[in-house]
């Protein structure tokens, strides 16, 4: 198109304006530029309407575009005929004057230079600019260039000068004239082109943001204002540069994802035509691309204002799918979002829940450990953004095996219980909802890394109970706080407790020796202490220089010595404890060595020692609080504990710190609280505040005599009418503070001696307690006294006499309180002999033998004394235990371990045994108890041998986890103690050997030494206690052992040395060990490293002419035992046979426990299996009957389904073949409610057409059948006949009622197959990463299905540490799973 031509007048001369002459090159520049602003105000006052002057001044306009003024050196002429030119337009729009394009071209390219004078607001000449700028803008003047072939590059310049000009000087009305400019072209033109794209985008890029940001402004409002207009030409764009690669179509390529999220905060439709884009990358097969990609869109979604996710669901999702990338940088960087996105959209928390749930388990460290972050971020902000599944995430992690993760979820849990429960920032709701923390973190303390112990340390004093308040308000903290604790957190919180208090008493030992004058002894004894010190700081390795370096700092520096002495000192203060920290730190400080590894080390164990919680002050400010909710003045139900829980609560807690820091209690006013406390009706109020009296009141005899006096009249009374646990407690008071207790104890024993009267059980108990610690603590004094009261009324007149009839047909369990006043009574008659007889510590009357013949006469007769049959069973097996744990008792001390006889031993043993869940349970207890003391001889770990025969699964992994903490107790000891090595007989655990061989020679059930069926039982016991035994070969120990059972063949039974059959069973059971060691000793040429010796005892001494090398199981045996070949399908019987003195009857395990097991192998392969199992199991046990009963009546909704043993087998070996032992590792396993296989009974099941017949009933004593079938058809007969002499074994187990179902799946091998091969393809979000570091370990939680007691012994589960010790745990559970499911085939 051509411009329309102006015709010239005819004579061609330039008018000017009057005054006005004329402008040539000839004249000054400065005339120029007077002249030229007269022009300029004559255009500038000309309007469109003016045609004549239009006319007149034609010829002037056309000279004004002449090169001597658009090439002019001088600023000023060209600014002012930039002016004029644009006034031109303005006046003779919309036609220019101007005909040619290469003219046009000129002048614009030259007005748009002279806009850059627009950037100096402060110059003289700004609003000539401003004028030129507002002319152009209202006129849209450059909009003529749209004619021109190369218009866009007069638009690049004008737009790149506009951009450069802009800046923070520049007011509101600049840039709308600069905005109105560029818009009319980018709007009114045929298209934007992508160079002048570029010059809109590249502003938007970081790097030029930061240098111009009002430039940045400028083109957002310019993005936004022409959004529809330059949509179409962004995502033309980025669809060359996203989808076809063509990185050169522009300069901006490398910047695509910077921009689509700069362009995104501006508008989002800019971006329409673009996320479809971004869903194709998201699926890129370049890891780093779609890592970018990621980083991208996780602005997008989690910026505040961002409506995306709900906009664009398909990219939500597939945004999503990224969270199981298997690159790991793009899965770490979606956890990351997910912090943001929680905080800044709450509403798409539960789509994050899943993914952020299977990254918790994610086997890089880093990815659960971001997935933490995320979560305490976003709960820090506000609680309400992250829901209790979110919370439970962080909850697990606290388990991790990697100390980083563990660390920061714990201190994430920290800080929310310190923000939400201490500081209440967001109420009782909020308070309520994280309540739980305070529990899971002391629960903590159970892990055996010191690390996690010292780590929750810190968080109790900086967090649970900030040490930095005043002693008032962090008394009240800690009181309420004990008092809401659940009772597993409480005795964590007692542990540190008592962990601290030792490492205190090993730093003043330490100070001790350093008084003492150098020797040998002495360094040797101060090397040990060194040790000692050691292993409770973090790193023990590294622990051992740093603190020998520590000692010689003490050796030289007398001040430092003073400094820690007063740390330690009972009477040192909070506040002082505060400076000598810091003074400590001072003077080992290195101004040199900002980072110094010693100096931290010291401050961890000066942080463990120093008393930051408690003193007197303490003490005192904890006891008025006790009164105020005493008097209830305190605000007990505010902080959501009632009344009386505050103050037992409050006396357990000073109870527990009277051990710890004793001298903090002396004082007047702090007693009188106490003896109110003893007045009151509460007994655990009572007993609590004797205990307090007995640790802390050693001195009140002499600097509180008004006390002694109101004291000593109180005790007495609660000795003599007390409770039980009182009158233990009050004995023990008198004779720990009173200097004249010879008369005080003769005052309650006299009395109460000869008050006793059988025919009033009731008012006999605490009687006989307080009689029983008398004479323990002064023997001299009531030893003999007490032996005409045992022989007269103890044994003859109590033990020897039922009164009363019980219940025949009952439970085998009652609670406490159900339990007859007679047997409570017998029980304590019990141990007041044993007590009697530890305090004589002597057996020249031979009382302990005859205490030791009842005993045993009392485990023979199943607790039934008098075989009256007047008892009933309930009250029997309390007896039964009483019996075992009485000889236990004894065996404590030498003395009377000396006169235990072997039969007499295994009369304890298989205490173990008993048909009684609870007795079995609590037995165990016991033994675990002494035995980690290294109070019993080694024999008796043997005992432990006997679980394997448990019936219920949990006994039999409880049994295990002690011995795994017995047999490191002994080893650990023997490596720290030197002189350990003089007794190893007694202390190596491999020792344990031939009393366990021994043990299961004389087992009754071991009768036909060449039954197949008895030598698996035999096996089973053997490996029970083996495996843990052989998962380390220390010092050649394999070897070791196997001689010890060489050697044991070439003796005799020391029992019976001259009984041919006792003996071949003795041979029989170390073959059987042999057989078991062999198959698992690697091949080596190292011999044992000494000669063992074997306990005399037991075996008779070898006779040099004796030679045994026969071989006692044949070949076929062998192969039966090491393959567990399944046996034929059959009922067996479980009748009654002649028993030996030690006579039981059989019990049975059902295969409830077998099921599970079997579920758990089987639906490795696919999770969901075993939790819909798990879920069956739960429900069937929760319908169950009372435990215990004789008959009851079981409803299983379950359908049973056919088993086949081949598959099954088949199955196994799959599966173990499959390195996914952390899948079963970081599990919870169904726990059967505790006692409830103590119940016969009676068969409704008809055997179904795949068993075969049903042969005569076998009489098989002590080893559980191997399915549901085998024990079920024969126990109508048992429960109803006597037993004869002997204790009964566990009845059928009712391990897991679900079990039926469960175990009798039919599973082809092929399915598994197949699912097995889909689960190794299957994408992330589906897999739970099976045996990854992410998978946690057990957790102790405070729950109805354990304990107090279980939870102190099932501690050792809790190890998330990779020791080899939870190695030797983990490797062998599918070895034991697979040993049930093949005894299940049989």
Same mark, same amino acid.
């Given at each position: 198109m051509e411009f329309p031509t102006q015709q010239k007048p005819n004579d061609g001369k330039i008018i000017y304006p009057p005054g006005v002459k004329e402008?040539?090159?000839?004249?000054?520049?400065?005339?120029?530029?007077?002249?030229?602003?007269?022009?300029?105000?004559?255009?500038?006052?000309?309007?469109?309407?003016?045609?004549?002057?239009?006319?007149?001044?034609?010829?002037?306009?056309?000279?004004?575009?002449?090169?001597?003024?658009?090439?002019?050196? @001088?600023?000023?002429?060209?600014?002012?005929?930039?002016?004029?030119?644009?006034?031109?337009?303005?006046?003779?729009?919309?036609?220019?004057?101007?005909?040619?394009?290469?003219?046009?071209?000129?002048?614009?390219?030259?007005?748009?230079?002279?806009?850059?004078?627009?950037?100096?607001?402060?110059?003289?000449?700004?609003?000539?600019?401003?004028?030129?700028?507002?002319?152009?803008?209202?006129v849209k003047s450059y909009n003529i260039c749209f004619e021109l072939e190369d218009c866009n590059e007069i638009f690049i310049q004008l737009f790149k000068t506009l951009f450069s000009v802009i800046n923070n000087s520049h007011n509101q009305k600049v840039q709308m004239h600069m905005l109105d400019l560029m818009s009319s072209i980018t709007m009114e033109g045929d298209g934007v082109t992508q160079e002048l794209l570029d010059s809109i985008l590249i502003n938007l890029i970081p790097a030029h943001k930061n240098l111009n940001k009002q430039a940045h402004d400028l083109a957002k409002v310019l993005l936004k204002r022409t959004v529809q207009t330059i949509e179409p030409c962004i995502a033309n764009f980025f669809n060359q540069v996203l989808v076809l690669g063509k990185s050169s179509v522009s300069d901006l390529s490398e910047h695509v994802f910077d921009l689509i999220q700069e362009l995104f905060a501006i508008d989002p439709n800019l971006l329409v035509s673009v996320m479809p884009q971004l869903e194709f990358k998201l699926k890129s097969n370049d890891g780093e691309e779609r890592l970018a990609v990621v980083r991208l869109l996780a602005k997008l979604f989690g910026s505040k204002d961002s409506d995306l996710a709900n906009q664009n669901r398909p990219l939500w999702q597939c945004f999503l799918g990224r969270f199981n990338d298997i690159h790991v940088p793009v899965r770490l960087e979606s956890v990351k979002f997910a912090s943001h996105c929680l905080m800044n959209h709450p509403d798409l928390a539960k789509d994050l829940t899943e993914f952020l749930k299977v990254r918790s388990h994610d086997p890089e460290e880093a990815i659960r450990h971001d997935v933490i972050v995320t979560i305490i971020t976003a709960g820090k902000k506000d609680l309400c953004l992250v829901n209790d599944q979110l919370l439970g995430f962080v909850r697990e992690r606290t388990l991790d095996k990697r100390w980083r993760v563990r660390k920061e979820a714990m201190m994430g849990l920290a800080q929310l219980y310190k923000k939400y429960c201490l500081h209440a920032e967001a109420g009782k709701e909020a308070a309520d909802k994280v309540n739980w923390i305070k529990d899971k973190l002391l629960h903590i303390y159970y892990q055996n890394s010191i690390d996690d112990k010292l780590l929750v340390e810190k968080i109790f004093a900086q967090f649970l109970v900030p040490h930095n308040l005043e002693t008032e308000e962090r008394m009240k903290c800690l009181y309420y706080l004990y008092a809401s604790l659940d009772p597993n957190a409480v005795k964590a919180l007692n542990e540190m407790w008592k962990c601290q208090n030792m490492l205190r008493s090993h730093v003043r030992e330490l100070l001790d020796l350093h008084k003492q004058q150098s020797s040998e002894a002495n360094n040797s004894a101060m090397f040990g202490k060194l040790m000692t010190i050691a292993k409770n700081l973090p790193d023990p390795?590294?622990?051992?220089?740093?603190?020998?370096?520590? @000692?010689?700092?003490?050796?030289?520096?007398?001040?430092?010595?003073?400094?820690?002495?007063?740390?330690?000192?009972?009477?040192?203060?909070?506040?002082?404890?505060?400076?000598?920290?810091?003074?400590?730190?001072?003077?080992?400080?290195?101004?040199?060595?900002?980072?110094?590894?010693?100096?931290?080390?010291?401050?961890?164990?000066?942080?463990?020692?120093?008393?930051?919680? /408690?003193?007197?002050?303490?003490?005192?400010?904890?006891?008025?609080?006790?009164?105020?909710?005493?008097?209830?003045?305190?605000?007990?139900?505010?902080?959501?504990?009632?009344?009386?829980?505050?103050?037992?609560?409050?006396?357990?807690?000073?109870?527990?710190?009277?051990?710890?820091?004793p001298t903090a209690f002396h004082s007047a006013e702090t007693y009188e609280s106490f003896l109110q406390c003893l007045r009151m009706d509460d007994d655990k109020v009572a007993e609590a505040a004797i205990q307090i009296f007995r640790n802390t009141g050693h001195r009140i005899e002499i600097d509180l005599q008004?006390?002694?006096?109101?004291?000593?009249?109180?005790?007495?009374?609660?000795?003599?009418?007390?409770?039980?646990?009182?009158?233990?407690?009050?004995?023990?008071? /008198?004779?720990?503070?009173?200097?004249?207790?010879?008369?005080?104890?003769?005052?309650?024993?006299?009395?109460?001696?000869?008050?006793?009267?059988?025919?009033?059980?009731?008012?006999?108990?605490?009687?006989?307690?307080?009689?029983?610690?008398?004479?323990?603590?002064?023997?001299?004094?009531?030893?003999?006294?007490?032996?005409?009261?045992?022989?007269?009324?103890?044994?003859?007149?109590?033990?020897?006499?039922d009164r009363t009839n019980g219940d025949k047909i009952g439970k085998l369990w009652s609670p406490d309180e159900e339990v007859s006043p007679e047997v409570l009574a017998k029980v304590?008659?019990?141990?007041?002999?044993?007590?009697?007889?530890?305090?004589?510590?002597?057996?020249?009357?031979?009382?302990?033998?005859?205490?030791?013949?009842?005993?045993?006469?009392?485990?023979?007769?199943?607790?039934?004394?008098?075989?009256?049959?007047?008892?009933?069973?309930?009250?029997?097996?309390?007896?039964?235990?009483?019996?075992?744990?009485?000889?236990?008792?004894?065996?404590?001390?030498?003395?009377?371990?000396?006169?235990?006889?072997?039969?007499?031993?295994?009369?304890?043993?298989?205490?173990?045994?008993?048909?009684?869940?609870?007795?079995?349970?609590?037995?165990?207890?016991?033994?675990?108890?002494?035995?980690?003391?290294?109070?019993?001889?080694?024999?008796?770990?043997? /005992?432990?041998?006997?679980?394997?025969?448990?019936?219920?699964?949990?006994?039999?992994?409880?049994?295990?986890?002690?011995?795994?903490?017995?047999?490191?107790?002994?080893?650990?000891?023997?490596?720290? @103690?030197?002189?350990?090595n003089e007794k190893l007989l007694s202390l190596l655990p491999e020792y344990v050997v031939p009393y366990m061989i021994h043990l299961l020679a004389h087992d009754p059930d071991f009768t036909k030494p060449q039954d197949i069926d008895q030598l698996r039982d035999v096996k089973e016991c053997l490996w029970f206690m083996l495996e843990v035994l052989m998962a380390k070969n220390e010092n050649n120990s394999h070897m070791f052992m196997k001689k010890m059972c060489e050697s044991i063949k070439q003796t005799r039974d020391a029992q019976a040395p001259d009984d041919p059959k006792a003996n071949e069973k003795l041979y029989t059971v170390c073959d059987v060990a042999l057989c078991v060691m062999n198959s698992k000793i690697a091949i080596t040429l190292?011999?044992?490293?000494?000669?063992?010796?074997?306990?005399?005892?037991?075996?008779?001494?070898?006779?040099?002419?004796?030679?045994?090398?026969?071989?006692? /199981?044949?070949?076929?045996?062998?192969?039966?035992?090491?393959?567990?070949?399944?046996?034929?399908t059959t009922v067996l019987g479980a009748l009654n046979k002649p028993l030996s003195a030690t006579g039981r009857r059989p019990y049975h395990r059902s295969s409830g426990a077998d099921a599970v097991s079997n579920a758990s192998v089987i639906s490795e392969s696919d999770p969901t299996v075993l939790l819909r199992q798990r879920d069956q199991i739960s429900e069937v046990s929760e319908i169950g009957v009372s435990e215990n009963e004789e008959h009851p009546v079981r409803i299983i909704s379950a359908t049973p389904v056919k088993c086949d043993a081949v598959k099954i087998k088949e199955v196994i070996s799959d599966q173990i073949a499959t390195p996914i032992l952390g899948a079963e590792r970081g599990k919870k396993r169904p726990a059967a409610a505790?006692?409830?296989?103590?119940?016969?009974?009676?068969?409704?099941?008809?055997?179904?057409?795949?068993?075969?017949?049903?042969?005569?009933?076998?009489?098989?004593?002590g080893r559980p059948p191997k399915s549901e079938s085998q024990g079920s058809a024969a126990k109508n007969d048992d429960s109803s006949k006597p037993s004869g002499r002997g204790r009964k074994r566990a009845a059928a187990s009712q391990e897991s009622a679900a079990g039926m179902e469960a175990g009798n799946a039919k599973v082809p091998k092929q399915d598994l197959t197949a699912k097995k091969t889909a689960q190794r393809q299957m994408d992330l979000q589906s897999s739970v990463c099976l045996g990854?570091?992410?998978?946690?370990?057990?957790?102790?939680?405070?729950?109805?299905?354990?304990?107090a007691s279980d939870t102190e012994l099932f501690s050792a589960c809790e190890n998330s540490q990779e020791t080899e010790d939870t190695q030797i745990e983990e490797s062998s559970f599918l070895k034991v799973k697979r040993k049930v499911l093949k005894t299940r085939q049989k």
């Amino acid at each position: 198109m051509e411009f329309p031509t102006q015709q010239k007048p005819n004579d061609g001369k330039i008018i000017y304006p009057p005054g006005v002459k004329e402008i040539t090159d000839k004249i000054t520049n400065d005339e120029v530029v007077k002249r030229l602003k007269m022009v300029v105000k004559t255009f500038m006052d000309m309007d469109q309407d003016s045609e004549d002057e239009k006319q007149q001044y034609l010829p002037l306009a056309l000279h004004l575009s002449c090169e001597f003024f658009l090439r002019n050196p @001088n600023k000023d002429v060209r600014l002012l005929v930039a002016c004029c030119l644009a006034d031109i337009f303005r006046i003779y729009a919309p036609e220019a004057p101007y005909t040619s394009h290469d003219k046009l071209k000129d002048i614009f390219l030259f007005i748009t230079r002279q806009l850059k004078g627009l950037e100096d607001t402060k110059s003289p000449q700004f609003n000539r600019y401003f004028y030129l700028l507002e002319n152009l803008a209202w006129v849209k003047s450059y909009n003529i260039c749209f004619e021109l072939e190369d218009c866009n590059e007069i638009f690049i310049q004008l737009f790149k000068t506009l951009f450069s000009v802009i800046n923070n000087s520049h007011n509101q009305k600049v840039q709308m004239h600069m905005l109105d400019l560029m818009s009319s072209i980018t709007m009114e033109g045929d298209g934007v082109t992508q160079e002048l794209l570029d010059s809109i985008l590249i502003n938007l890029i970081p790097a030029h943001k930061n240098l111009n940001k009002q430039a940045h402004d400028l083109a957002k409002v310019l993005l936004k204002r022409t959004v529809q207009t330059i949509e179409p030409c962004i995502a033309n764009f980025f669809n060359q540069v996203l989808v076809l690669g063509k990185s050169s179509v522009s300069d901006l390529s490398e910047h695509v994802f910077d921009l689509i999220q700069e362009l995104f905060a501006i508008d989002p439709n800019l971006l329409v035509s673009v996320m479809p884009q971004l869903e194709f990358k998201l699926k890129s097969n370049d890891g780093e691309e779609r890592l970018a990609v990621v980083r991208l869109l996780a602005k997008l979604f989690g910026s505040k204002d961002s409506d995306l996710a709900n906009q664009n669901r398909p990219l939500w999702q597939c945004f999503l799918g990224r969270f199981n990338d298997i690159h790991v940088p793009v899965r770490l960087e979606s956890v990351k979002f997910a912090s943001h996105c929680l905080m800044n959209h709450p509403d798409l928390a539960k789509d994050l829940t899943e993914f952020l749930k299977v990254r918790s388990h994610d086997p890089e460290e880093a990815i659960r450990h971001d997935v933490i972050v995320t979560i305490i971020t976003a709960g820090k902000k506000d609680l309400c953004l992250v829901n209790d599944q979110l919370l439970g995430f962080v909850r697990e992690r606290t388990l991790d095996k990697r100390w980083r993760v563990r660390k920061e979820a714990m201190m994430g849990l920290a800080q929310l219980y310190k923000k939400y429960c201490l500081h209440a920032e967001a109420g009782k709701e909020a308070a309520d909802k994280v309540n739980w923390i305070k529990d899971k973190l002391l629960h903590i303390y159970y892990q055996n890394s010191i690390d996690d112990k010292l780590l929750v340390e810190k968080i109790f004093a900086q967090f649970l109970v900030p040490h930095n308040l005043e002693t008032e308000e962090r008394m009240k903290c800690l009181y309420y706080l004990y008092a809401s604790l659940d009772p597993n957190a409480v005795k964590a919180l007692n542990e540190m407790w008592k962990c601290q208090n030792m490492l205190r008493s090993h730093v003043r030992e330490l100070l001790d020796l350093h008084k003492q004058q150098s020797s040998e002894a002495n360094n040797s004894a101060m090397f040990g202490k060194l040790m000692t010190i050691a292993k409770n700081l973090p790193d023990p390795g590294k622990a051992q220089d740093f603190v020998k370096k520590f @000692n010689q700092v003490l050796g030289d520096d007398e001040k430092l010595r003073t400094q820690l002495e007063l740390l330690i000192s009972p009477t040192c203060s909070c506040k002082q404890a505060d400076v000598c920290v810091r003074e400590i730190a001072r003077k080992l400080a290195n101004p040199k060595q900002p980072t110094n590894p010693f100096l931290e080390m010291v401050k961890f164990l000066l942080e463990r020692i120093a008393p930051v919680h /408690i003193d007197s002050e303490a003490i005192s400010a904890l006891v008025k609080l006790m009164n105020k909710s005493i008097e209830g003045t305190a605000d007990d139900e505010e902080e959501g504990v009632s009344p009386d829980s505050a103050i037992r609560a409050g006396l357990e807690l000073l109870k527990v710190l009277s051990f710890t820091h004793p001298t903090a209690f002396h004082s007047a006013e702090t007693y009188e609280s106490f003896l109110q406390c003893l007045r009151m009706d509460d007994d655990k109020v009572a007993e609590a505040a004797i205990q307090i009296f007995r640790n802390t009141g050693h001195r009140i005899e002499i600097d509180l005599q008004q006390i002694r006096s109101t004291l000593i009249p109180v005790l007495h009374q609660k000795a003599k009418r007390g409770t039980p646990h009182q009158a233990k407690q009050a004995v023990h008071c /008198i004779h720990a503070i009173f200097s004249n207790k010879e008369v005080q104890l003769a005052q309650i024993f006299e009395p109460l001696s000869r008050s006793l009267n059988a025919d009033v059980p009731e008012q006999l108990i605490t009687p006989l307690v307080s009689l029983g610690h008398i004479s323990m603590l002064a023997p001299d004094q009531f030893a003999s006294p007490m032996k005409s009261v045992v022989a007269n009324f103890i044994v003859k007149d109590l033990l020897m006499n039922d009164r009363t009839n019980g219940d025949k047909i009952g439970k085998l369990w009652s609670p406490d309180e159900e339990v007859s006043p007679e047997v409570l009574a017998k029980v304590q008659a019990i141990k007041l002999l044993v007590r009697w007889l530890l305090g004589m510590k002597n057996n020249q009357s031979k009382s302990a033998n005859s205490t030791l013949r009842l005993l045993s006469a009392m485990l023979v007769s199943e607790g039934d004394l008098t075989e009256h049959k007047k008892i009933s069973k309930s009250d029997m097996s309390r007896l039964r235990l009483s019996a075992g744990g009485a000889i236990m008792k004894l065996a404590q001390e030498p003395c009377y371990h000396e006169i235990i006889t072997p039969e007499q031993f295994h009369l304890c043993a298989l205490v173990i045994n008993d048909e009684c869940y609870q007795v079995r349970q609590i037995f165990a207890q016991k033994l675990h108890k002494a035995l980690v003391k290294l109070q019993l001889p080694l024999e008796y770990m043997a /005992i432990f041998a006997l679980c394997a025969k448990d019936p219920v699964k949990e006994r039999r992994a409880h049994a295990r986890q002690c011995l795994l903490k017995n047999i490191s107790i002994r080893r650990e000891y023997i490596k720290q @103690n030197p002189m350990a090595n003089e007794k190893l007989l007694s202390l190596l655990p491999e020792y344990v050997v031939p009393y366990m061989i021994h043990l299961l020679a004389h087992d009754p059930d071991f009768t036909k030494p060449q039954d197949i069926d008895q030598l698996r039982d035999v096996k089973e016991c053997l490996w029970f206690m083996l495996e843990v035994l052989m998962a380390k070969n220390e010092n050649n120990s394999h070897m070791f052992m196997k001689k010890m059972c060489e050697s044991i063949k070439q003796t005799r039974d020391a029992q019976a040395p001259d009984d041919p059959k006792a003996n071949e069973k003795l041979y029989t059971v170390c073959d059987v060990a042999l057989c078991v060691m062999n198959s698992k000793i690697a091949i080596t040429l190292a011999e044992a490293p000494k000669e063992p010796m074997l306990p005399s005892r037991f075996f008779t001494p070898p006779d040099k002419d004796f030679c045994n090398d026969k071989s006692y /199981i044949s070949e076929e045996t062998r192969i039966h035992l090491l393959t567990g070949k399944p046996k034929p399908t059959t009922v067996l019987g479980a009748l009654n046979k002649p028993l030996s003195a030690t006579g039981r009857r059989p019990y049975h395990r059902s295969s409830g426990a077998d099921a599970v097991s079997n579920a758990s192998v089987i639906s490795e392969s696919d999770p969901t299996v075993l939790l819909r199992q798990r879920d069956q199991i739960s429900e069937v046990s929760e319908i169950g009957v009372s435990e215990n009963e004789e008959h009851p009546v079981r409803i299983i909704s379950a359908t049973p389904v056919k088993c086949d043993a081949v598959k099954i087998k088949e199955v196994i070996s799959d599966q173990i073949a499959t390195p996914i032992l952390g899948a079963e590792r970081g599990k919870k396993r169904p726990a059967a409610a505790p006692g409830t296989e103590n119940i016969h009974k009676e068969t409704e099941e008809k055997k179904t057409d795949d068993v075969g017949p049903t042969p005569p009933p076998k009489p098989r004593r002590g080893r559980p059948p191997k399915s549901e079938s085998q024990g079920s058809a024969a126990k109508n007969d048992d429960s109803s006949k006597p037993s004869g002499r002997g204790r009964k074994r566990a009845a059928a187990s009712q391990e897991s009622a679900a079990g039926m179902e469960a175990g009798n799946a039919k599973v082809p091998k092929q399915d598994l197959t197949a699912k097995k091969t889909a689960q190794r393809q299957m994408d992330l979000q589906s897999s739970v990463c099976l045996g990854s570091e992410g998978d946690f370990l057990w957790e102790i939680e405070s729950s109805p299905g354990y304990t107090a007691s279980d939870t102190e012994l099932f501690s050792a589960c809790e190890n998330s540490q990779e020791t080899e010790d939870t190695q030797i745990e983990e490797s062998s559970f599918l070895k034991v799973k697979r040993k049930v499911l093949k005894t299940r085939q049989k």
